[in-house]
C-alpha cells in the first residue's frame, strides 16, 4: 500500500519560512516525480512545485517562484519542500504528490500543474501565515 505521509507546516509569521517533509511508503519513488500542491479555502488546488527522480530537475508555480526550494533524498524516500518570505496568501493545505512515468521535456510542465496527472497524493499537512 503507497502511502505518502506530508509533516511540517504548522504556523509562522509573515515573513518567516514554512518547511515541509513528505515520507513515501509502500513503493520506491526513486525514479518517480515527486511534488507539491496546496488548496486554500474556497480556492483550487495549486501546484507548488515538483522534482524529477533524480533531483536534477525543478519546476516551481508561478506564485511561489523565487521562494520555493525542493528537494529529495531518494535513499530516505523522502521529498522536502521550504517555502520562504511567506504571506497570509501561502495559507492553505499542503499536500504532496507523485507521479508515475513522466518524462521531462518540454511538455512536462503543463502537466506537473495540472492535479489529474498526479497518481499518489498524501492526506495533506495545514500551514497558516500570520501577519
Known amino acids: 500500500q503507497v502511502q505518502l505521509v506530508e509533516s511540517g507546516g504548522g504556523s509562522v509569521q509573515a515573513e518567516g519560512s514554512l518547511r515541509f517533509s513528505c515520507a513515501a511508503s509502500?513503493?520506491?519513488?526513486?525514479?518517480?516525480?515527486m511534488g507539491w500542491f496546496r488548496q486554500a479555502p474556497g480556492k483550487e488546488r495549486e501546484f507548488v512545485a515538483a522534482?524529477?527522480?533524480?533531483?536534477?530537475?525543478?519546476y516551481a508555480g508561478d506564485s511561489v517562484k523565487g521562494r520555493v526550494t525542493i528537494s529529495r533524498d531518494n535513499a530516505k524516500n523522502t521529498v522536502y519542500l521550504q517555502v520562504d518570505s511567506v504571506m497570509p496568501d501561502d495559507t492553505a493545505v499542503y499536500y504532496c504528490?507523485?507521479?508515475?512515468?513522466?518524462?521531462?521535456?518540454?511538455?512536462?510542465?503543463?502537466?506537473?500543474?495540472?492535479?489529474?496527472?498526479?497518481?499518489?497524493w498524501g492526506q495533506g499537512t495545514q500551514a497558516t501565515v500570520s501577519s
Open positions: 509502500g513503493r520506491t519513488f526513486g525514479s518517480d516525480t
Open positions: 504528490a507523485a507521479a508515475l512515468g513522466l518524462y521531462w521535456d518540454r511538455d512536462v510542465f503543463s502537466l506537473l500543474r495540472n492535479p489529474s496527472a498526479w497518481d499518489y
Open positions: 522534482i524529477s527522480g533524480s533531483g536534477s530537475n525543478t
